[in-house]
Nanobody, 122 residues
């Protein structure tokens, strides 16, 4: 599967962005799909994940209540709606397709997209 993340950009603090992750080559796996982010000089961290049917969602504490993950399997697309953005949300955001491993860990995702940059100005 190839994953294409899009929707990043520059936004002021308090603003919103919606990221999209489109799968091609084949559909998403029947496991979870996740979003991770990596800020300059920091390790890549878990942001959110959603199971294949969308029945379960998972969030990092730092984004809970502000970000919402969703998916449209008919369009082979997973979304990350980001509201009330903060400067500390600035990072490259990556989507990843899971293999049934831990939804909050890198090892649970063998397939990764190229990332989209989100910059939040204060």
């Amino acid at each position: 599967v190839q994953l294409q993340a899009s929707g990043g950009g520059l936004v002021q603090a308090g603003g919103s962005l919606r990221l999209s992750c489109a799968a091609s080559g084949r559909a998403f796996s029947t496991y979870a799909t996740g979003w991770f982010r990596q800020a300059p000089g920091k390790e890549r961290e878990f942001v959110a994940a959603i199971t294949w049917r969308g029945s379960n969602t998972y969030y990092a504490d730092s984004v809970k209540g502000r970000f919402t993950i969703s998916r449209d399997n008919a369009k082979s697309t997973v979304y990350l709606q980001m509201n009330s953005l903060k400067p500390e949300d600035t990072a490259v955001y990556y989507c990843a397709d899971g293999n049934g491993g831990g939804v909050r860990t890198h090892s649970g995702y063998p397939y990764w997209g190229q990332g989209t940059l989100v910059t939040v100005s204060s």
